[in-house]
């Protein structure tokens, strides 16, 4: 996703609406497996 530009719209405050360049992304995945019968849980975030 570095590299990429994308072009924000409709946001509230008018003047940030414009093109921006993504300089850096950091992603986050976790997974917790447990035990059959346990709950799930699974974490991804992302970051610009």
Known sequence: MTGYTFT???Y???EVNQE???MQTLLFVQ???Q??????HFTF????
Not at 35 to 40: I, N, P, R, T
């Open 20 to 22: 921006y360049l993504l």
């Open 45 to 48: 975030s992302t970051r610009f």
């Open 8 to 10: 924000l719209e409709n």
């Open 35 to 40: 035990h059959s019968g346990q709950d799930q």
């Open 31 to 33: 997974d917790n497996a």
């Open 12 to 14: 509230p405050t008018a």
